[in-house]
């Protein structure tokens, strides 16, 4: 395991800048694309074949880590609920010119609201900024894995991770 | 504490709540579920005390296997909590020590 | 004294396999469970497991259980269940039984033994306040009964079963307040840690629980940092004020009917501890007995169900249901299953220890 993962159970950017799962800054300019935070070797390979665009191989040795194909990938985001891991995302810098959309997978209850305004959560789990909940997916299909959509200031679209609501839920 | 809406689970299936006692007095719970989890839900923690040390003690393994929650029951001592199912009416006691048996009239 | 081909002690992932592979090629098959339901720890993992499709991938843990309960059904297996087997005699070839409130016994020409694990204790000052449960027990409370043990948890232990326990303990609303691992690593999948630290949950790797506190119940939990030989550093002590402490430091094999039939048993750690020996194709040092699942070796699921099937496969060769060569057909494949299952740093150290085992067996 990487050496910091195995300490602190958190992946580092320059982790993740090695990962054959991350997209290029260029790439996640242009539009919505997969962001996957995959770096053990664990014999597992939803992730291919949920793609309907074959965007992601894990290959016959399934340990193998998911490799991302940017110019295939159309960020979709059907691979954020298929992840037994739940280590995949979707980032959009394309958004607009302030802001970022993330996607990621939320396991939890009350889903939020769209419209709302929460966190936005860093790997460490600390509050990095204020986000904004665009779009909650939470079909059947997704076999209870809901997708939460927030748009983060740019700055932070590679440290959102999760995000955590604002005041005391009802 | 139960966990009545679970973003996996689900909510809770409809299931009969029944009567019992504790201690003499009077409890809810659900038919057929472990004793020792209506207690949990209602907040009860301790369910007997040990021989030698009269030291507290509740449920430590939920299966069946350790004998820590074990009560006496319907007059019967050493009932293990945690794969007993509860039904109307039951009397569930703190249990000291090794209990003692109800002499049946 | 009731007569069947093949009697499945256990339930879960391993037993309905087994019995579901044996039944399907004619065996005569019965499954027994001292549960009120089936399913073993299946119905626990409310997590979608890894693998591949052939494994159950992103499937949870409970679908998987109603799948297989499904096919139990439909194949019309009779199951057994309020049924406690407390004894094994006549050489591995009678069970002794107490189905609710009635003794019997039923003799079988083929028998597996799978009866999964049992999670492992560590003392600690005030261990044994109410309070104070298996992260295993913790994970039965809430998943399958609906009830929260506590609402301030600590959780001991950075395996995948301290982990994901921590997870399915935040999902169902508590706090996790910390989760302490003696070594200086994590060791469970970095995915598992990764989920709950951004949910704000620390992870201590080098502590240990030093001491439980609380009136007549857990009200503190004292957490102390460890050297590298494992001994506390005085003066790190930091206190967590918490109402449940989970023990997260691994399972052992529930293998008390192999040890009393005369099975012969190795010690692996890497496998729980005390394990019966057994062939490659699960048959155990008393011949006609099997082992396959968590009693086997502590695995995962999808292991325990091909284990399983292996034994079912094998029972249903030896009793003349399918030929030899059939038989090495299916073995192989179920092999090449579980072979892959077993790749990667993590699967490696399992299925090189259960080598060790097999030869040990020999």
């Not at chain 2, 293990?80 to 049946?104: F, I």
């Not at chain 3, 099997?290 to 502590?298: C, F, K, P, T």
């Amino acid at each position: 395991m990487r050496e910091s993962l195995s300490k602190t159970g958190v992946l580092t950017k320059e982790d993740l800048a090695q990962s054959p799962g991350v997209p290029s800054e260029e790439r996640m300019e242009r539009g919505p694309v997969a962001y996957i935070e995959c770096m053990e070797e664990i014999p597992c390979d939803p992730c291919e074949f949920v793609c309907p665009k074959g965007a992601i191989t894990v290959g016959k040795q399934i340990i193998d880590l998911p490799v991302l194909d940017e110019e295939k990938c159309d960020g979709c985001g059907l691979c954020i609920p298929i992840c037994p891991g739940l280590a995949i995302f979707v980032v959009d810098k394309s958004h607009s010119d302030k802001e970022a959309l993330v996607g990621l997978p939320y396991e939890q209850l009350p889903l939020p609201k769209v419209g709302m305004k929460v966190y936005g959560v860093d790997r460490e789990g600390k509050a990095v900024c204020e986000a904004r909940v665009v779009k909650v997916l939470n079909p059947k299909k997704f076999d209870r894995t809901a997708v939460v959509y927030l748009a983060v200031p740019r700055a932070f679209a590679l440290d959102v991770r999760h995000f955590a609501f604002m005041e005391e839920e009802e | 504490m139960r966990v009545t809406e679970h973003p996996i689970l689900g909510k809770m299936d409809a299931v009969r709540e029944v009567e019992f006692e504790f201690d003499g007095k009077p409890m809810k719970g659900y038919e057929g579920e472990p004793i020792a989890t209506a207690l949990m839900a209602a907040g009860v923690k301790v369910f007997r005390y040990t021989i030698k040390g009269g030291n507290p003690r509740g449920v430590f393994c939920a299966i069946g296997r350790c004998t820590d929650c074990v009560m006496t029951v319907d007059g019967m001592p050493n009932v293990r909590t945690c794969v007993t199912p509860l039904r109307d009416g039951m009397r569930v006691q703190t249990q000291k020590g090794l209990g003692a048996w109800e002499e049946t009239k | 004294m009731m007569e069947t081909e093949f009697a499945v002690v256990g339930a879960g992932p391993a037993g309905l396999s087994a019995a579901l592979e044996a039944s399907r090629t004619g065996v005569q098959t019965v499954l027994i469970d001292e549960n009120q339901a089936p399913g073993g720890q299946l119905f626990k993992q409310i997590h979608k497991f890894f693998g591949s499709k052939e494994h159950w991938a992103a499937t949870r843990g409970i679908d998987i259980g109603i799948k297989l309960l499904m096919q139990v059904e439909k194949a019309g297996i009779k199951v057994m269940l309020d049924t406690v087997v407390w004894g094994i005699f006549d050489g591995g070839k009678v069970l002794a039984i107490k189905e609710g409130d009635r003794n019997r016994r039923v003799r079988a020409e083929k028998i597996l033994l799978a009866t999964g694990a049992s999670e492992n204790p560590l003392a600690f000052p005030g261990w044994t306040l109410p309070g104070v449960l298996g992260a295993g027990a913790a994970q039965t409370l809430v998943n399958l009964h609906r009830v929260l043990p506590g609402t301030r948890v600590l959780m001991v232990g950075a395996g995948n079963v301290g982990l994901i326990v921590a997870y399915q303990l935040l999902q169902a609303g508590a706090n996790v307040v910390a989760v302490v691992e003696a070594l200086p690593k994590i060791g469970g999948y970095g995915v598992h840690a990764s989920k709950i630290r951004r949910m704000g949950v620390p992870i201590l790797t080098g502590h240990t629980v030093k001491e439980a506190s609380g009136d007549a119940m857990v009200e503190r939990a004292t957490v102390i940092q460890i050297d590298e030989q494992g001994n506390p550093i005085p003066g790190t002590e930091r206190e967590f004020e918490v109402d449940t402490i989970c023990i997260a430091v691994g399972l052992h094999p529930l293998a008390e009917l192999a040890w009393v039939c005369g099975c012969e048993f190795t010690y692996i750690s890497e496998l729980g501890g005390h394990v019966p020996l057994h062939t490659e194709k699960m048959e155990t040092t008393m011949p006609g007995v099997y082992v396959a699942g968590d009693v086997a070796g502590i695995e995962e699921a999808t292991v325990a169900m091909e284990e399983g099937r292996l034994t079912g496969v094998d029972v249903a060769r030896c009793l003349g249901y399918i030929s030899n060569r059939k038989a090495e057909t299916l073995t192989r494949e179920i092999q090449a299953r579980i072979e892959l299952i077993r790749s990667g740093p993590f699967g490696e150290v399992l299925g090189e220890a259960k080598e060790r085992l097999i030869e040990r067996r020999g």
